[in-house]
């Protein structure tokens, strides 16, 4: 049985799981899971990407150790951030997190030399601060870009770590602001308007091409070889290829982020979308039109502020006991990456929850309003509507948040608690191999 493994790495754990076909069917098992999440290195927020792949060659071994060697790999993670080379091929710098704040006088700086309304008509991606272009302009004014040779997004830089090959994969290059979103190529004008080197930006490849065979010495450490295929890199774009829906209805991808959408045919770029800070992102024959929702990190945050050691079911419990009913924008730039979660959401609040749970009930319905806003937008800009909405993540898993979404929005909550980056990567895979 051919057995391929999908390396899912979110911005708080990472996990490998392999996939095979039975009666038609992917199948699915975890092999391995670790923890991930931003660090801190002289006031700056960072990834520790060194740490990163010594977890992936850890569940690699340990694929071995369970009889589940793999015919190829896939590796997806979150979207923007990046990493760049200098000519030895060595890192420069540290890889940043697009929760650092070093953009906020990029942002002002890139939309001085190109308005934002043209940069979103020309590729049609929201308005965040972290926007890879607006990290790339504050490398570009820092001087990190002078000596890079090449730039990688996450998961392509993992991929070169592990095959020694660069590619630039689409669906994850869409999400930097920099895609134009008619040629599906990277936008000169734009690169060329502010100031950055065309030799960064390489030809973009599709999910399902191979990267390579794993290095010589890898091979050796882990006892066996497999080829690298790209997968849709960008985990959310794996998260839809996943669903099993045989409509197209809209989706939330809700982990760290809830990112809300549905699939269209061609880029929706108008001024109606521009303004309700729609984003369209690729996939695999098709845009996702969606938005993003701070999502589970508010919740997360919450917790690790007020209660990190209860248990989530408690948690939950205590949220639904609560009669607290205000609820917070949590789009709003002060719940990216506050110092006290707690605080951010005191100050949006006219009254002061009294105790835990209401402050996670609060949590869950500034959430579940905030899936409201952006249905009801999506529905006027693209005209779809459903009475159905498909939620896949780990926020799938909390019933009292889809309760709430469906009485809120006023949809059927399709709750699928999969794997579904996972099973998107290893459905590229297998359309690949088989």
């Given at each position: 049985?051919r057995?391929?493994?999908?390396?899912?790495?979110?911005?708080s754990?990472?996990?490998?799981?392999?996939?095979?076909?039975?009666?038609?069917?992917?199948?699915?098992?975890?092999i391995?899971r670790?923890?991930?999440?931003v660090?801190?290195?002289?006031?700056k927020?960072v990834?520790?990407?060194?740490?990163?792949f010594?977890?992936?060659?850890?569940?690699?071994?340990v694929?071995?150790?369970?009889?589940?060697?793999?015919?190829?790999i896939?590796?997806?993670?979150?979207?923007?951030?990046?990493?760049l080379?200098?000519?030895?091929?060595?890192?420069?710098?540290?890889?940043?997190?697009?929760?650092?704040?070093r953009?906020?006088?990029?942002a002002d700086d890139?939309h001085?030399?190109i308005s934002?309304?043209?940069?979103?008509?020309?590729?049609?991606?929201q308005?965040?601060?972290?926007?890879?272009?607006?990290?790339?302009y504050?490398d570009?004014?820092?001087?990190?870009?002078?000596?890079?040779?090449?730039m990688?997004m996450?998961?392509?830089y993992?991929?070169?770590?592990?095959t020694g090959?660069?590619?630039?994969e689409?669906?994850n290059a869409t999400?930097?602001?920099?895609v134009?979103?008619?040629?599906?190529?990277w936008?000169?004008?734009?690169l060329d308007?502010?100031?950055?080197n065309r030799?960064?930006?390489?030809?973009?490849s599709?999910?399902?091409?191979?990267v390579?065979?794993l290095?010589?010495?890898?091979?050796?450490?882990?006892?066996?070889?497999?080829?690298?295929v790209?997968?849709?890199t960008h985990?959310?774009?794996?998260?839809?290829e996943?669903?099993?829906?045989t409509?197209?209805?809209?989706?939330?991808?809700?982990?760290?982020?809830?990112l809300?959408g549905?699939?269209?045919?061609?880029?929706?770029t108008?001024?109606k979308?521009r303004?309700?800070?729609?984003?369209n992102e690729?996939g695999i024959?098709?845009y996702?039109?969606?938005?993003?929702?701070?999502?589970?990190?508010?919740?997360?945050?919450?917790?690790?502020?007020?209660?990190?050691?209860?248990?989530?079911?408690?948690?939950?419990?205590?949220?639904q006991?609560?009669?607290?009913n205000e609820?917070?924008g949590?789009?709003?730039?002060a719940?990216l990456?506050?110092?006290?979660?707690k605080?951010?959401f005191?100050?949006a609040?006219?009254s002061e929850?009294?105790?835990?749970?209401?402050y996670?009930r609060c949590a869950?319905?500034?959430?579940?309003?905030?899936?409201?806003?952006?249905?009801?937008?999506?529905?006027?800009?693209?005209?779809?509507?459903?009475?159905?909405l498909?939620?896949v993540?780990?926020g799938?898993?909390?019933?009292?948040?889809n309760?709430?979404?469906?009485?809120?929005?006023?949809?059927?909550?399709?709750?699928?608690?999969?794997?579904a980056?996972?099973i998107?990567?290893?459905?590229?895979?297998?359309l690949?191999?088989?």
């Amino acid at each position: 049985m051919r057995k391929y493994l999908a390396i899912d790495i979110g911005a708080s754990s990472g996990r490998h799981i392999a996939g095979w076909l039975e009666n038609g069917d992917i199948k699915t098992e975890e092999i391995y899971r670790f923890k991930n999440g931003v660090e801190s290195k002289e006031g700056k927020l960072v990834w520790n990407v060194e740490l990163l792949f010594k977890e992936i060659i850890n569940g690699l071994k340990v694929a071995k150790e369970k009889d589940c060697i793999p015919v190829s790999i896939g590796v997806d993670t979150w979207a923007v951030d990046y990493a760049l080379l200098d000519k030895d091929n060595k890192l420069i710098g540290d890889v940043f997190s697009y929760r650092d704040s070093r953009t906020k006088q990029a942002a002002d700086d890139v939309h001085r030399i190109i308005s934002f309304k043209k940069l979103y008509e020309r590729t049609g991606i929201q308005f965040q601060p972290f926007n890879t272009v607006y990290q790339l302009y504050a490398d570009k004014l820092s001087g990190k870009t002078e000596r890079a040779e090449s730039m990688l997004m996450i998961p392509d830089y993992l991929n070169f770590l592990l095959t020694g090959v660069k590619k630039q994969e689409y669906t994850n290059a869409t999400s930097t602001g920099l895609v134009n979103a008619q040629t599906h190529c990277w936008d000169c004008e734009i690169l060329d308007l502010l100031g950055f080197n065309r030799k960064l930006f390489k030809e973009l490849s599709p999910p399902q091409t191979v990267v390579g065979r794993l290095k010589k010495e890898i091979a050796e450490e882990i006892g066996y070889n497999a080829e690298v295929v790209l997968p849709a890199t960008h985990d959310t774009a794996s998260a839809v290829e996943g669903i099993p829906m045989t409509e197209n209805c809209p989706y939330i991808s809700s982990g760290t982020w809830s990112l809300l959408g549905i699939k269209v045919p061609q880029a929706i770029t108008d001024e109606k979308s521009r303004i309700a800070n729609y984003s369209n992102e690729g996939g695999i024959g098709y845009y996702r039109y969606q938005k993003n929702i701070m999502g589970m990190w508010v919740v997360n945050r919450l917790r690790d502020e007020l209660c990190p050691d209860k248990p989530f079911p408690e948690i939950v419990k205590e949220a639904q006991e609560s009669n607290f009913n205000e609820y917070a924008g949590v789009n709003d730039s002060a719940f990216l990456s506050p110092e006290s979660m707690k605080a951010a959401f005191c100050n949006a609040l006219k009254s002061e929850p009294g105790n835990a749970g209401d402050y996670f009930r609060c949590a869950y319905l500034s959430l579940a309003h905030s899936y409201k806003t952006a249905l009801d937008g999506l529905s006027a800009n693209t005209g779809i509507k459903s009475d159905k909405l498909y939620i896949v993540g780990g926020g799938a898993k909390n019933g009292f948040l889809n309760r709430l979404t469906e009485e809120i929005c006023k949809v059927k909550v399709m709750a699928l608690p999969i794997e579904a980056s996972a099973i998107g990567n290893i459905k590229q895979q297998i359309l690949r191999g088989e």
